[in-house]
């Protein structure tokens, strides 16, 4: 089935310093991917859809400037978190669907689950 | 506004025991899907649906448009199956998902 790759899975990171979270489609096209933020006994959460060669559109109260997103391929997008702060740990995951097909499931990476020390 | 709602929030059965759990959302959809989180956090796709029943395994999976609910069975639950479900609901042609708050199963030995 189709495989969606999040790297890394875990990282820590000095407060102000700036993290870079990677998330591929390994056998399939995705126009669009979307990044999600769950913290600690809540739901998941979309931030922003990432879209292949534009700019991402974010929801409401997600700061574009602290979390950059780029989506530079079809099949691999890229969440920054800008000057990290303790407040922006959490887990944050990835989604894409396959360019063929609207109806078809959602695919996953595996996650990133980042502490800002 | 478009909600989803899950229930139980927490569930605890004994193995062997059958599992059900309920998502209802507000107004219509065009495809809703069950999901499993394990306690690393990845998150597996276990169904996709837009009518009707699935069955894959020992889950199966319902739905009722007219009643916008939908209920994932669990047949003879494992220890392993404990995880936390996850209904989440697409609307129009939209690819976001919107998602319930999940429910956590515990199943013991």
């Known amino acids: 089935g189709a495989v969606v790759s999040q790297h890394p899975s875990w990282v820590i990171c000095k407060s102000g310093t700036s993290v870079k979270i990677e998330c591929r489609s390994l056998d399939f096209q995705a126009t669009t991917m979307f990044w999600y933020r769950q913290f600690p006994k809540q739901s998941l959460m979309l931030m922003a859809t990432s879209n292949e060669g534009s700019k991402a559109t974010y929801e409401q109260g997600v700061e574009k400037d602290k979390f950059l997103i780029n989506h530079a391929s079809l099949t691999l997008s890229t969440l920054t978190v800008t000057s990290a702060h303790p407040e922006d740990s959490s887990f944050y995951i990835c989604?894409?669907?396959?360019?063929?097909?609207?109806?078809?499931?959602?695919?996953f990476g595996q996650g990133t689950r980042l502490t800002v020390v | 506004k478009n909600e989803v709602e899950q229930s139980p929030q927490n569930l605890t059965a004994q193995e062997g025991e059958f599992i059900t759990i309920n998502c209802s959302y507000s107004v219509g959809i065009s495809a809703l899907h069950w999901l499993q989180q394990h306690p690393g956090g990845g998150i597996v796709s276990l169904f996709m649906l837009s009518s009707g029943k699935k069955k894959h395994g020992r889950l199966i999976a319902t739905i009722n448009i007219q009643e916008k609910h939908s209920s994932l069975h669990i047949t003879a639950s494992h220890p392993r199956d404990s995880a936390v479900y996850i209904c989440?609901?697409?609307?129009?042609?939209?690819?976001?998902?919107?998602f319930g708050k999940g429910t956590k199963l515990t199943v013991n030995p």
């Open positions: 989440a609901v697409r609307w129009g042609g939209s690819e976001k998902l919107v």
């Open positions: 989604s894409a669907f396959p360019i063929q097909g609207r109806n078809t499931e959602a695919f």
